[in-house]
């Protein structure tokens, strides 16, 4: 076959290379090789799937007479974990004490650095170019060796830890993880010879929370290429912890010639190991033990250690107290205990001793809804009764009883609590207490060291809410718990609150970090299951030989929870009589009524604040712009708006926004130089306030392999959401992927113009200008979830502003000065540019334009007043036209017009002129008549000319004078007695007139 005349030549070239004599030694100087001298290899594969065994000297040139080549193994040939192939006998043979082996397989156990082989890399994932400082800064975040395992980073950038293996035949990989911050994203996945990865699902990790997991999948044959990739996301300046991965195992791959030494600390008592064992506490081994030696009584060691440690002198922060369970007199002894492991020494010069115990002290009495009856240990009251601690009490008639459970008195650890402590080394659990009961408080006790978890678990089987939960309710609220606690610390000291839902991954919902004060903090739980509520004390996270921190403490005072399933009362609450006798809650939407223990339906343009059967009357108004629903137990806004502004009413439609639409977007904003790290969805109406925006973890649904409950995927719905946002490109998924849903508006408050709402402020000054003259609309939202830098939830106002070039969803932006969309962690604020947030349009918003008048015909347009800022509603109306009057007819008329008051001014003025002779004419008469002599009267029928006659000669005037000037003379000289007074001019002769 041509296959095996190509192995044969090969043979026969290895084996004249290694005849060739060096430079200056002749043939004769060389002797016959020694096993020691040289090692079996086989060659390649060839087409039949055959092979040779060739001896290849560990120095070429420095002997001959080398083993003839004969044939090997099958290519498929393997040996079984604990054995190796025996070159010589091409055989297997059993691993011997003190060694291992995979068989197939490679084995990475040891981190001191990181193994040949591997090769780790960190990218940004910023995908614009310009930005090779911020690339550049990611140089040093990549994962780091840690004796036994290797640690993720957890900025921002994404590590990458990669090893090429090329496989025999079809094979696996295998190893142990910690992935306890789910603020990270966690991958492993494979490529093979044509870089295609695996499947889908087995890429996600999910997230630990009871130590190491093991992680399996399987290996095609050829070359493949493993990837451990995180990608860390701070929210809100929030560091998250590691992911941890140690044991890695490949199998597969070439024949194991030899078997590994057992590392220091470990030892493989028998042969044929495929593992090595740890050494026990104060035992240690080196490398390749078979067996651990003890150490000295005056050291100590740490199961795996490879070394023993002198024992340092006990102080008072090697032991702690505990109580006893009470005894049938009613009193608890007070105990005092070492600290396990025991590493200190009572012999040493100045070391403390264990203080005395078995004082007695009066038990405290039992937990609400726990009675004791004939000194037995406290029992819970049986259905229908309440207990304060002392006796068990029936409900009185038109009450019941309510369920939960309340801790305040720690004798004994409650049966659904179990506490332990988990190694902050190698995150194993110990199997040891970390909380211990003092009384009135319980408080984490000192472990093995300082930087250990000390962990409290409280489970509860479900919850039965006094009503249904319905969608259209403000709140989902089926139950909370409420606990008051204290940490008292010297250094940086960490509380964890942790809840789990189905007794699956527990998700991180608080932190507390430093000393904290007695304080009270409360989690609304919206999901009926199992449920797991943990506390994690961790007093520091840097490794540190000894205890020096155990006085820093955490305090747990008390546990409260409603509505648990099975739980028991401490109290009765007023409800709905019924005919059986029975209660029943009051619906959504009315309240008790304590006078009449009946029902009230709260009044329309309101709703029931609160949960509905709290029995106190919380019937609170709707916001503005909001409404009731039928059930006043929420107040909704389905986008149809009608807001008075400056005088004038404007309406609002939102078609588009009503109609079910969620905006979706990751913002066109910059955070740390990345623009796409969180993803908003957004939805401004609901009816009755069942559409809302929904926010989901794809990565923990990744996570769930077919077919299982995805109810551990993290869904968040609310008004406005916000999840972590990883582009496509850089996970390598056809989609992108999200993760840490976070609820920040899931109450809508009202919908107004002004500024403030509620006590949730929108600065204008956040974002530019609007249209002078339409104001923003500003919905008001808030959300229930609590945490401790918002104790009073989270807030978040979008101004919505009419754009009528951005149709449909617009776009979303979030202040400059605040690229994460909230400035305080606390208040979120959006702006939303949309042509549906334009108001309808009407005859406000338009104008007509008249034409010239052609041909007696006159055209009226109407436009839009510029600019057009409305949507929707009236239409422009249609052009019209008209019959106008021609210029003719108007010139026409004016000059008939104007003739006519021509002719009449002129009639006027003759009049005048007429009027003015008369009395001229009579004035010239009287003057002559006082020219007369003072002898001579006027006679009575004086021939003057008298009112209306006319002057038949014509009067020549000695003397003239002006008509004004007659005027005033007539004024001046008229007598007192009304007579006018003339002087008469006299001759100087003869006295008489002068004619």
């Known amino acids: 076959m041509a296959g095996t005349g190509t192995g044969i030549r090969w043979v026969l070239l290895m084996l004249w290379l290694t005849s060739i004599v060096s430079p200056g030694r002749t043939r004769e100087q060389l002797h016959v090789c020694k096993e020691s001298e040289y090692h079996y290899e086989y060659t390649a594969c060839d087409s039949s799937g055959s092979r040779w065994r060739v001896a290849v000297p560990h120095t070429p040139g420095l002997c001959t007479g080398l083993p003839d080549p004969v044939r ?39 981190w001191d650095e990181v193994p040949h082989g591997f090769a780790t890399a960190a990218t940004n994932l910023e995908l614009e170019d310009g930005l090779g400082e911020a690339v550049e800064n990611c140089t040093a975040s990549t994962w780091v060796p840690l004796g036994d395992y290797v640690a993720s980073n957890t900025d921002e950038c994404t590590a990458t830890l990669m090893y090429a293996v090329n496989l025999k035949q079809s094979g696996s990989v295998s190893f142990e993880y910690i992935y306890p911050d789910s603020s990270i994203v966690f991958e492993f996945f494979v490529q093979n010879d ?27 044959r050829g070359n493949n290429v493993l990837y451990w990739r995180t990608t860390a996301f701070s929210v809100w300046a929030k560091v998250p912890k590691p992911v941890l991965v140690r044991n890695i195992g490949i199998t597969g791959v070439a024949y194991t010639s030899e078997c590994f030494p057992c590392k220091p600390g470990t030892f493989a008592p028998n042969a044929g190991s495929s593992a090595c064992q740890l050494c026990p506490s104060d035992t240690f081994s080196g490398k390749g033990a078979t067996a651990c030696q003890p150490c000295p009584p005056d050291s100590y060691a740490e199961p795996g250690s490879a070394s023993c440690k002198p024992r340092p002198p006990c102080t008072d922060k090697d032991y702690f107290y505990t109580h006893t369970a009470c005894d049938a007199s009613g009193e608890t002894q007070l105990m005092y205990k070492w600290a396990e492991p025991k590493i200190c020494s009572e012999e040493l010069p100045q070391a403390a001793q264990l203080p005395p115990s078995g004082g007695k002290t009066k038990c405290p009495p039992c937990n609400p809804g726990y009675a004791t009856s004939n000194g037995t240990a406290c029992q819970p009251c049986p259905h229908g009764f309440y207990s304060n601690g002392s006796g068990c009490h029936s409900c009185p008639a038109g009450t019941e009883p309510v369920l939960g459970l309340e801790y305040k008195w720690w004798n004994v650890l409650p049966p659904n609590m179990e506490t332990t402590v988990l190694s902050g080394i190698n995150f194993e659990y110990k199997g040891m207490a970390g909380w211990e009961v003092a009384g009135d408080y319980i408080y984490t006790a000192a472990g093995a060291s300082d930087n250990d978890f000390m962990i409290l678990t409280l489970v509860v089987p479900g919850f039965s809410p006094p009503s249904p939960v319905l969608e259209d309710t403000e709140s989902r609220e089926v139950a909370r718990i409420t606990f008051v606690f204290e940490t008292i610390c010297s250094v940086s000291c960490e509380l964890y609150f942790m809840v789990g839902v189905n007794s699956r991954t527990n998700t991180p919902v608080e932190t507390w970090t430093g000393p904290k004060g007695k304080q009270s903090y409360t989690y609304v739980v919206e999901k009926n299951a199992t449920t797991s509520f943990t506390w994690a004390f961790q007093r520091t996270p840097y490794r540190e030989e000894g205890r020096r921190y155990t006085s820093d403490v955490a305090k747990l005072y008390s546990v409260n929870v409603t509505n648990v399933l099975g739980g028991v009362a401490s109290f009765c609450r007023r409800c709905v009589p019924e005919p059986t006798g029975t209660c029943a809650p009051c619906p959504p939407g009315n309240v008790l009524d304590r006078d009449s223990g009946t029902c009230r339906p709260c009044p329309p343009g309101t709703y029931l604040r609160g949960h509905p059967a709290d029995g106190t009357p919380a019937c609170h108004p709707c916001g503005p712009g909001t409404r009731s629903n039928q059930l006043r137990s929420l107040c909704y806004n389905n986008c149809s708006l009608a807001l008075v502004l400056r005088g004038h009413v404007l ?9 079910g639409r969620t905006l979706a977007s990751a913002g066109s904003f910059s955070a740390k130089g990345r623009p796409y790290r969180h993803l908003y969805s957004l939805r401004l109406c609901g009816h009755q306030g069942r559409k809302m925006a929904t926010c989901s973890d794809n990565v923990t649904e990744a ?13 968040v719905t609310s008004y406005v959401c916000q999840a972590i946002l990883v582009p496509a490109d850089v996970m390598g998924r056809k989609t992108a992927v999200t993760s840490q849903p976070v609820s920040l508006a899931d109450r809508l408050l009202g919908v107004t113009t002004g500024s403030s709402l509620d006590g949730v402020t929108s600065p204008p000054e956040l974002f530019p200008p609007g249209p002078p003259d339409l104001p923003d609309i500003i919905f008001f939202y808030r959300s229930n979830d609590m945490s401790q830098p918002c104790s009073s939830g989270r807030a978040t106002t979008v101004r919505l502003r009419c754009d009528p070039l951005l149709p449909g969803t617009g776009s979303l932006t979030v202040p400059s000065k605040c690229p994460e969309g909230t400035c305080d962690g606390c208040t979120f604020h959006f702006l939303w540019v949309t042509g549906e947030g334009c108001p309808r349009c009407s005859p406000a918003h338009y104008r007509p334009i008249v034409s010239a008048c052609v041909g007696g015909i006159q055209r009226t347009t109407f436009v839009w007043r510029e600019p057009r800022l409305c949507r929707g509603g009236q239409r422009l ?32 003025a003759t009049y005048f002129w007429r009027k003015n002779q008369r009395l001229e004419y009579k004035y010239s008469k009287l003057v002559m008549t006082a020219v007369a002599k003072d002898s001579e009267l006027v006679a009575p029928d004086s021939c003057a000319i008298m009112e209306g006659e006319d002057a038949e000669d014509d009067l020549v005037f000695a003397t003239k004078k002006s008509l004004f000037g007659k005027i005033k003379s007539l004024t001046s000289k008229r007598t007192p007695d009304g007579f006018d007074s003339v002087p008469l001019k006299t001759s100087s002769s003869s006295g008489g007139p002068e004619l």
């Open 72 to 110: 090997g193994t099958e290519c498929s040939f393997s040996c079984k974990a604990g054995q190796f192939l025996d070159m010589q006998a091409q055989g297997c043979r059993l691993c011997a004490p003190g060694t291992y082996s995979l068989g197939t397989g490679v084995r990475f156990d040891e």
């Open 194 to 220: 044509q870089c295609q990865s695996s499947v889908e699902e087995s890429r996600w990790m999910r997230t630990t929370e009871k130590g190491w997991e093991f992680h399996s999948v399987e290996l095609s």
């Open 651 to 659: 309406t609002y439609e939102f078609p588009g926004l009503g109609s």
């Open 703 to 715: 996570r769930l392999p077919a077919g299982r409950d995805r109810d551990t995927a993290r869904l």
């Open 877 to 908: 109306p249609a052009p019209r036209e008209g019959q106008c009057r021609s210029p003719e007819l108007w010139l026409k008329g004016g000059i008939a017009t104007g003739t006519a008051l021509a002719l009449l001014l002129a009639g006027v």
